[in-house]
């Protein structure tokens, strides 16, 4: 309920929009009824041009089944370019690196240690965005 929800309102977002890639972990199971649980909620909306592309990421697709395989691979699936589909999972190496530290700390040291992991990660995509944002018009202008 929560992800149709969730799903729901992202794509609501998308009027102009006429295919969407949804990559999401068991995106074999969760797209087979998805359209009846929109329709049976009141809450929920579509917008009806919208084509909705199911996929998995690389690192969940080897723990399915064969056959999702060639239906959900991002290889396949025409205008999704090299991507793996992961986000969170791409998050993890960075903790890695101080992980083995945190392991003799208390409980609120440790979240304080790996919230502020997370939050450098995030301020340095921030400034990544805006380096190349600015780079981008900058190399428009001059082209």
């Keep these: ?5 969730a799903l729901c309102q992202a794509l609501g ?15 074999c199971q969760f797209i087979v009824n998805f359209q ?3 329709d049976a909620n009141p809450h ?3 917008p009806d041009q919208l084509k909705i592309i199911p996929a998995i990421g690389v690192f969940h697709l080897g723990a399915h089944i064969k ?12 205008g999704a370019g090299q991507l793996d589909g992961e986000i969170i999972e791409t998050l993890w190496w960075p903790i890695d690196k ?34 190349y944002i600015f780079n981008f018009t900058l190399f428009s202008i001059y082209s």
């Design 1 to 5: 309920m929560n992800m149709d929800y």
């Design 13 to 27: 977002q998308m009027e102009d929009v006429q295919e969407c890639i949804l990559c999401y972990d068991v995106a």
């Design 36 to 38: 009846s649980r929109v």
């Design 44 to 46: 929920l909306n579509v």
């Design 67 to 78: 056959e999702c395989f060639p239906k959900y691979s991002l290889n396949f699936i025409k």
């Design 98 to 131: 101080v992980a083995g530290i945190t392991r003799a700390m208390t409980k609120a040291h440790r979240r304080e240690v790996l919230d502020d992991m997370m939050y450098d990660s995030n301020w340095k995509k921030w400034v990544g965005m805006g380096n």
